[in-house]
């Protein structure tokens, strides 16, 4: 994510760190090269990867990060492009 976007977490998610922008709770390894991240079901965010690699967007899907649990959508998963 560019340094100046980010998400916002809503107080309704953790009010521990509402009004706080996501991405000032990540560590930046990469500077400020852009991040995709594809949140959805198991399904959706499988399938949106396996898309992306039979549209050659993507040489191979390793290089999504493994399915986790999202951490502002409860019941969701997600994956980040590591570029």
Request: net charge negative; glycine share 6%; aromatic share 10%.
């Amino acid at each position: 994510m560019h340094s100046s976007t980010g998400v916002f977490i809503p107080s309704i998610i953790d009010s521990r760190i509402s009004g706080i922008e996501f991405n000032e709770l990540l560590s930046d390894p990469h500077g400020d090269r852009a991040q995709v991240w594809v949140v959805g079901s198991r399904e959706q965010v499988n399938h949106t990867i396996s898309e992306m690699f039979v549209r050659q967007m993507i040489t191979d899907r390793n290089q999504f990060s493994p399915l986790l649990p999202s951490p502002f959508f409860p019941g969701k998963y997600m994956s980040v492009l590591l570029r």
